[in-house]
């Protein structure tokens, strides 16, 4: 398959810390019977995809895929891009076996890159794991959707800082950049953040507070009325304990994005799982968003 422009372009800016750039592929379409399928994939290291599993009680034929990794985790100059191509009508879940550990660094960083083409009728949710950021771990995450007029695309990221010594040292940063744009190229949504472990323990109000567990989840879709997605969502946060949320509006009537503070992952996790839910029941009525095994 050929390497996608997007790849290229971000190896070549990264090229003064490291020329090598990790690439995975999917391409996803729908057959006769309805039922979405891998049409084509390229997957080097340290990239691994499990077959799709079509699970009863989801959308008709949607594709549950689960992205794996046989490196252990990210690494120091790690320069990872997975590309995701939903074709029209399409249907995909697509999330990780595992959380994923972020080692330490001496010098260095990682870059993940993940490009998202939605498109028209098509839906992806890409939900992956939480991050366990390790001491001096310096980790950038981007994610960049092509979104069709009549697409939905689901996104959620979530990490937490892990110190297994016990050293009292924490990562170094985490960056993360999510931008949606139109098929035309147009910036309808950016939401960027960067963060270190100081800020995070310093328990500062308006930031983090008493809540060093954070996970963000991004909802873009026309299908719906953004406004109806925010009422909804707010209230699926009231009914949930031990968690600080709030819900806001994306631009350009977009959709909606949603932020969750936590003491823990347990019960982040359970938000982010109600959250997942009560949209899958705004967008697609009648169908229940069945738990993937972990």
């Known amino acids: 398959m050929k390497i996608d422009a997007r790849a290229t372009q971000l190896r070549e800016i990264a090229a003064d810390e490291s020329d090598t750039w990790h690439h995975a592929a999917l391409v996803f379409a729908v057959d006769t019977r309805g039922r979405t399928y891998i049409k ?134 985490l960056t993360c950049t999510t931008a949606i744009h139109s098929t035309a190229g147009k910036v309808l949504a950016l939401d960027r953040y960067s963060i270190n472990a100081d800020t995070l323990y310093e328990c500062i109000p308006g930031i983090t507070g008493m809540l060093p567990v954070v996970g963000n989840f991004i909802v873009a879709t026309k299908v719906v009325p953004a406004q109806d997605l925010l009422e909804e969502l707010r209230r699926a946060l009231l009914g949930i304990s031990a968690i600080y949320g709030g819900v806001s509006l994306l631009p350009n009537e977009l959709g909606i994005a949603v932020r969750v503070l936590a003491d823990d992952a347990i019960p982040l996790n359970n938000a982010l799982d109600t959250l997942w839910r009560r949209t899958r029941e705004c967008l697609l009525v009648g169908s229940a968003a069945i738990s993937r095994r972990k």
């Open 40 to 173: 084509s994939q390229f997957g080097g290291y340290p990239f691994h995809f499990c077959r799709p599993f079509h699970l009863a009680g989801d959308p008709d034929g949607m594709a549950t895929v689960y992205v794996q990794s046989c490196s252990g985790g990210v690494f120091e100059q790690d320069r990872l891009a997975l590309r995701i191509d939903a074709t029209a009508r399409s249907h995909v879940h697509m999330t990780t076996a595992a959380s994923t550990i972020v080692h330490g660094m001496h010098a260095g960083r990682a870059i993940q890159c993940v490009d998202i083409d939605v498109g028209e009728g098509a839906l992806v949710e890409y939900m992956p794991n939480m991050l366990i950021l390790f001491p001096q771990a310096r980790m950038e995450s981007n994610v960049t959707v092509r979104l069709a007029a009549s697409g939905t695309v689901v996104l959620c990221d979530t990490f937490i800082a892990h110190d297994p010594s016990a050293s009292g040292c924490g990562f170094d940063t």
